[in-house]
């Protein structure tokens, strides 16, 4: 749902300023390597210290670059298979700091091995929502369903309620709750996600198995 309304506004909004980037000379795979070293940076550099809020603000302004990329490349009619081979790759790379920024706060002055394990299972239950679609769609599957919890409800879900939890050193009563619920949604949606498009995957491959066989009989 995200990807489908949010992306087309952002994208509308971020159109002139990927205007001024090419007109600067900047590439899009520029663009992509800078927005993926600044949401590491500020994943990295921030959540393991509990600076929730910090931190969120700089993954956030960086985080925009993953439209901003791929506006860039359509308006130079420079889009290629690289570029978004490129862009998803790093995507994984910026999702994993994210949650391991996460982790490193709960295992270290966090003091909670229950939510370490939490957002370890995020990490990597992220990770397998994306191989499942590209493995599917590798072996000639559609792989027909969204999910429940894609990549952009998972960022949106962890960094919005990381953000306000952040507020809490601001003297902000109670909302220092909301990132450990957010984990918990985000744990829960992405199963729920994997186990959809797993389904997703048997279902067709018994329907192409079945569909070979009928044409087998005739």
């Known amino acids: 749902m995200l990807n489908k309304y949010a992306r087309g506004f952002f994208t509308r909004v971020l159109t002139p300023f990927a205007a001024m980037l090419l007109r600067w000379g900047v590439s899009p795979d520029a663009v992509t390597l800078i927005g993926t070293a600044g949401s590491v940076a500020g994943a990295l550099v921030f959540f393991p210290r509990g600076e ?29 298979k690289w570029g978004a081979f490129l862009d998803s790759s790093l995507d994984r790379v910026a999702d994993a700091a994210i949650f391991g920024g996460l982790a490193m706060w709960y295992a270290g002055k966090g003091d909670n091995d229950i939510l370490c394990a939490v957002s370890i299972f995020c990490l990597a239950s992220g990770q397998v929502v994306s191989y499942t679609k590209a493995r599917g769609e590798s072996l000639g599957f559609p792989v027909n ?42 744990a829960v949606g992405s199963l729920v996600t994997v186990a959809q498009r797993m389904l997703t995957v048997r279902r067709e491959a018994a329907e192409l198995e079945a569909a070979g066989a009928a044409e087998g009989v005739k």
Do not use: C
């Open 145 to 186: 369903v969204s999910g429940l919890v894609e990549r952009a409800e998972r960022l949106v879900i962890s960094l919005v309620a990381a953000g306000f939890a952040g507020l809490h050193k601001f003297g902000v009563p109670y909302v220092e709750w909301l990132l450990p619920v957010a984990l918990w949604v985000v």
């Open 52 to 80: 929730f809020f910090w931190g969120t603000i700089t993954i956030t302004l960086f985080i925009f670059s993953d439209l901003v990329d791929g506006n860039m490349a359509r308006q130079a009619g420079r889009s290629s």
